[in-house]
């Protein structure tokens, strides 16, 4: 038979462009769902959307979906649906927490059967 290559020779013998590219671990966004199955109460929803918006934008986060366009696959699909993108946890607890938001919140949960969490999303 024929020798076995030493680790060394097997390193050489692969060209250095030949291996993956490994890249830092880039931070991952975290993103606020908002999924209201139900507007109760269409009168009292309407500054919702204008006063949500306001309050992300000013807390640094930004829309990835703000739809009512939604077509179901699995159970009843929500009427809307608000994907807020944020830099860190942090900055969207701070979102939730402002005052501008909790002015919303009040609007959202008198006007709507709704529901509102965090996920954490892939590094880019």
Known sequence: GLPLPTLMTAQQQVPANSYPTVRAHAKSPFYVVIAIQKITDP????????????????????????????????????????????????KAQAWYNSPTQKDADAIRAKSTDSLAFIVEGLGK
């Open 43 to 90: 009168e009292a929803y309407k500054p919702l959307p204008e006063k949500g918006k306001a309050a992300a934008e000013a807390a640094g986060g930004h829309y990835i979906i703000r739809t009512g366009n939604i077509t179901g696959l699995d159970g009843v699909a929500p009427e809307r649906l608000a994907l807020i993108e944020f830099d860190s946890i942090e």
